[in-house]
Nanobody
Framework: QVQLVESGGGLVQAGGSLRLSCAAS???????MGWFRQAPGKEREFVAAIPWSADSTYYTDSVKGRFTISRDNAKNTVSLQMNSLKPEDTAAYYCAAASVSRSHPLSAHYDYDYWGQGTQVTVSS
């Protein structure tokens, strides 16, 4: 079993930055890690993903150039640096992990086996 714990959410003004972190415990190897978000009344959507090798990263179009995903395999953590935040980025952000190899770009919710509880990000205008 894998436990994922997110941190770093909060309230920020438009144009500001936040850094989300997710710590995984209970398993030493996780093929891929990703971030999804869900705004009130909307479906959960893919934000970013990174495989174990970290030789590639994937982003939804709306965050490209503003968000950066990274991982530290030694610490079993994944981070999401979010810059130039917009009010439409407001959502609960969820960390996810895949235990086995999946097809890239790792953007589907069914690519992931484990999910965190989420951390709220609110961007004021």
């Amino acid at each position: 079993q894998v436990q994922l714990v997110e941190s770093g959410g909060g309230l920020v003004q438009a144009g500001g930055s936040l850094r989300l972190s997710c710590a995984a415990s209970g398993r030493t190897f996780l093929y891929a890690m990703g971030w999804f978000r869900q705004a009130p009344g909307k479906e959960r959507e893919f934000v970013a993903a990174i495989p174990w090798s970290a030789d590639s990263t994937y982003y939804t179009d709306s965050v490209k150039g503003r968000f950066t995903i990274s991982r530290d395999n030694a610490k079993n953590t994944v981070s999401l640096q979010m810059n130039s935040l917009k009010p439409e980025d407001t959502a609960a952000y969820y960390c996810a992990a895949a235990s086995v190899s999946r097809s890239h770009p790792l953007s589907a919710h069914y690519d992931y086996d484990y999910w965190g509880q989420g951390t709220q990000v609110t961007v004021s205008s």
